[in-house]
Antibody
Framework: QVQLQESGPGLVKPSETLSLTCIVS??????????WGWVRQPPGKGLEWIGN???????FYNPSLNSRVTISRDTSKNQFSLKLTSVTAADTAVYYC???????????????WGQGALVSVSS | EVVLTQSPGTLSLSPGERATLSCRAS???????LAWYQQQPGQAPRLLIY???NRATGIPDRFSGSGSGTDFTLTVSRLELEDFAVYYC????????FGQGTRLEIK
C-alpha cells in the first residue's frame, strides 16, 4: 500500500522559506517508474502543479514558480522535499505531495496523493 | 502554455441523472495527455481517468472519459450521492496544468 505523508511547519512568515518533506512508504523513490512531486491548492481555489523530481534527480518546475522552487530527494530515507523561497500570503495553500507514473516530459497523472498540509503565510 | 477551461462552473443534477462535464484546451493536445480527478471537501483529489479514457484502478464503470484535440468530456452515467464533488481536468506531458474545476451539486 503506497502512502505519502507531508510534514513541516504550518505557519511561515512573509519573505521566509517554506519547507515541506514527503515521507513515502510502500514504494521506492529510487524507482525509474515514477516522478515524485508537489501540487498546491489555495483555500477555496483550484489545483496548481509546483514541480516533480525524477529518480535520477532531474527536476521539472512550474514556470510561474521556477525561480523560487527547489525539489530535492533523499533516497536513503525514501523521502523528498520542497523549498519555496520569498513566500507571500499568495503562497498560503494546502500542499500535497504526489506520485506520478513515468510517461513523458515533466510528469503525468497523479495516482497517489498525500493527505495534504495546510501552510499559512502570515506574520 | 495550454489553458484548460472547464464548463459549466457548477452543474446541478439529481441522483440517477447523467452528468456531462467539459474540458476545453486552448490548443490541440494529444488524448494521451489528459486526466480527470474528483475531489471531495477536505480530501485530496482522486484520480478517475488518465490518457483521456482509461479508468483508474477501482473507479466504477459509470465514469467514462472521451474526447480528442481540444475538447474532452467526463461523463457520469447515473449519479450516486457520493459523486457530488468538484472535478478537475489536467493536462500533462511537456507541461502540467489543471482546469479551474466543475462543481457537481445536488439539485
Amino acid at each position: 500500500q503506497v502512502q505519502l505523508q507531508e510534514s513541516g511547519p504550518g505557519l511561515v512568515k512573509p519573505s521566509e522559506t517554506l519547507s515541506l518533506t514527503c515521507i513515502v512508504s510502500g514504494a521506492s523513490i529510487g524507482s525509474s517508474s515514477y516522478y515524485w512531486g508537489w501540487v498546491r491548492q489555495p483555500p477555496g481555489k483550484g489545483l496548481e502543479w509546483i514541480g516533480n523530481i525524477y529518480y535520477s534527480g532531474t527536476t521539472f518546475y512550474n514556470p510561474s514558480l521556477n525561480s523560487r522552487v527547489t525539489i530535492s530527494r533523499d533516497t536513503s530515507k525514501n523521502q523528498f522535499s520542497l523549498k519555496l523561497t520569498s513566500v507571500t500570503a499568495a503562497d498560503t495553500a494546502v500542499y500535497y505531495c504526489a506520485r506520478t507514473p513515468y510517461f513523458y516530459g515533466s510528469g503525468s497523472w497523479v495516482d497517489y496523493w498525500g493527505q495534504g498540509a495546510l501552510v499559512s503565510v502570515s506574520s | 502554455e495550454v489553458v484548460l477551461t472547464q464548463s459549466p462552473g457548477t452543474l446541478s443534477l439529481s441522483p440517477g441523472e447523467r452528468a456531462t462535464l467539459s474540458c476545453r484546451a486552448s490548443q490541440r493536445i494529444s488524448s494521451d495527455y489528459l486526466a480527470w480527478y474528483q475531489q471531495q471537501p477536505g480530501q485530496a483529489p482522486r484520480l478517475l481517468i488518465y490518457r483521456a479514457s482509461n479508468r483508474a484502478t477501482g473507479i466504477p464503470d459509470r465514469f467514462s472519459g472521451s474526447g480528442s484535440g481540444t475538447d474532452f468530456t467526463l461523463t457520469v452515467s447515473r449519479l450516486e450521492l457520493e459523486d457530488f464533488a468538484v472535478y478537475y481536468c489536467q493536462r500533462y506531458g511537456s507541461s502540467i496544468t489543471f482546469g479551474q474545476g466543475t462543481r457537481l451539486e445536488i439539485k
